[in-house]
């Protein structure tokens, strides 16, 4: 079945570190993946959808120079956290549908971001 | 606004049946996804309705009422392992591109 692979699993960085975290599809083109956040407890909130080959479109309340995406070719995505500090501590989860958009999404095992 | 409404904890016993609801004010809408993600994990898809009705997968089922706006996930037979959260999701179009809007979650235990 279609894998989403997702690296690192765990950062553990000191408070103004840039954090890049990637999202690859493994057996399958993805022209679009999404980037969400999950606080302990809570529900996965959408921050982005990134695009391949343009611009990331961004949901509201989400700072687009605070988490840059790049999405250059249709099976790899990247989250960057810049000048991360502790209240970006958070689960960081990405997701990519096959280009035939009736598949379901599927997610990466997730990004565990803890900043000291 | 986008809303999807889930009761936030339900328990159970090992071979019992649960249903978990889902309640959505969504501003587009293309179908209710059921997702399981266990602490820590991703979450893994477990079913999906686009029309109204039920559709089963071995011990899960799904039910969509369109009209209701309102769909829920029916666990048979519980096993130790279903202990997990739950979330229902709207797609809020057609196409690639369009998002996944997530439910609250609902935690649920199974108890021996």
């Known amino acids: 079945g279609a894998v989403v692979s997702q690296h690192p699993s765990w950062v553990i960085c000191k408070s103004g570190t840039s954090v890049k975290i990637e999202c690859r599809s493994l057996d399958f083109q993805a022209t679009t993946m999404f980037w969400y956040r999950q606080f302990p407890k809570q529900s996965l909130m959408l921050m982005a959808t990134s695009n391949e080959g343009s611009k990331a479109t961004y949901e509201q309340g989400v700072e687009k120079d605070k988490f840059l995406i790049n999405h250059a070719s249709l099976t790899l995505s990247t989250l960057t956290v810049t000048s991360a500090h502790p209240e970006d501590s958070s689960f960081y989860i990405c997701?990519?549908?096959?280009?035939?958009?009736?598949?379901?999404?599927?997610f990466g095992d997730g990004t565990r971001l803890s900043i000291l | 606004g986008q809303s999807l409404e889930q009761p936030s904890e339900v328990t159970a016993v090992e071979g019992a049946i649960v249903q978990i609801n889902c309640t959505y004010q969504?501003?587009?809408?293309?179908?209710l996804s059921w997702y399981q993600q266990h602490d820590g994990g991703a979450p893994t898809f477990l079913s999906y309705?686009?029309?109204?009705g039920l559709e089963e997968t071995g011990r899960f089922s799904s039910f969509l009422s369109r009209s209701d706006s309102y769909g829920y996930l029916l666990l048979q037979e519980l096993q130790m392992k279903d202990s997990a959260s739950y979330f229902c999701a709207v797609r809020d179009g057609g196409g690639a591109t369009n998002k996944l809007i997530f439910g609250t979650g609902t935690l649920l235990a199974v108890q021996p």
């Open positions: 969504t501003s587009g809408f293309y179908g």
């Open positions: 309705n686009a029309l109204d």
């Open positions: 997701s990519a549908r096959d280009i035939d958009s009736n598949q379901p999404q599927h």
